[in-house]
T-cell receptor, first 112, second 115 residues
Framework: AQTVTQSQPEMSVQEAETVTLSCTYDTSESDYYLFWYKQPPSRQMILVIRQEAYKQQNATENRFSVNFQKAAKSFSLKISDSQLGDAAMYFCASNYGQNFVFGPGTRLSVLP | DAGVIQSPRHEVTEMGQEVTLRCKPI?????LFWYRQTMMRGLELLIY????????DSGMPEDRFSAKMPNASFSTLKIQPSEPRDSAVYFC?????????????FGQGTRLTVV
């Protein structure tokens, strides 16, 4: 079965600093996508960034970037210049066929 | 597009009552998912449909839970009878499988409280 693991239940970062959230996954698929979702207190699930497994280049979206290590099945999220609005739960996810598998989440606090 | 629409946003019901949660996926999407989120268990997949057909319902907790998708624009998740342990946030999500940007789009969720 597909699994996604996030080993950091909670993280904190000082405003304007950089933080990295870890994610590892296990898949038997040869082609797949990886995702990071953000869930603020409003509980809306928001896509932060997407990576296609066959692409070597790491995805970036403004202050958000990933470090995708396919052989190690690792997919970490780096948030640069952290802002108070980045405080949220962050979920790593992978698609498994037509399905999506989510990790347990990392709660990120941003300290002023 | 208005996105995935769920109703109601909040539901409070008494133990033993029937509860029906509703979802309208994004137009054109061919996959629909029901998730349950709790503090203890995180985000759990209950069931997903592809082209209105249930593909995997192994996450449905027990026979008290049932889900239907009578057409491409509507799905329901029913709990009968409801129990306090069913209290959670229930999310519906949809996606376009095979599309260029395969991702799950989520609704706002329904917070269910069973007292």
């Amino acid at each position: 079965a597909q699994t996604v693991t996030q080993s950091q239940p909670e993280m904190s970062v000082q405003e304007a600093e950089t933080v990295t959230l870890s994610c590892t996954y296990d898949t038997s698929e040869s082609d797949y996508y990886l995702f990071w979702y953000k869930q603020p207190p409003s509980r809306q699930m928001i896509l932060v960034i997407r990576q296609e497994a066959y692409k070597q280049q790491n995805a970036t979206e403004n202050r958000f970037s990933v470090n995708f290590q396919k052989a190690a099945k690792s997919f970490s999220l780096k948030i640069s210049d952290s802002q108070l609005g980045d405080a949220a739960m962050y979920f790593c996810a992978s698609n498994y066929g037509q399905n999506f598998v989510f990790g347990p989440g990392t709660r990120l606090s941003v300290l002023p | 597009d208005a996105g995935v629409i769920q109703s109601p946003r909040h539901e409070v019901t008494e133990m033993g009552q029937e509860v029906t949660l509703r979802c309208k996926p994004i137009s054109g999407h061919n996959s629909l998912f029901w998730y349950r989120q709790t503090m203890m268990r995180g985000l759990e997949l209950l069931i997903y449909f592809n082209n209105n057909v249930p593909i995997d319902d192994s996450g449905m907790p027990e026979d008290r839970f049932s889900a239907k998708m009578p057409n491409a624009s509507f799905s329901t998740l029913k709990i009968q009878p409801s129990e306090p342990r069913d209290s959670a946030v229930y999310f519906c999500a949809s996606s376009l499988w095979g599309g260029p940007n395969t991702e799950a789009f989520f609704g706002q969720g329904t917070r269910l409280t069973v007292v």
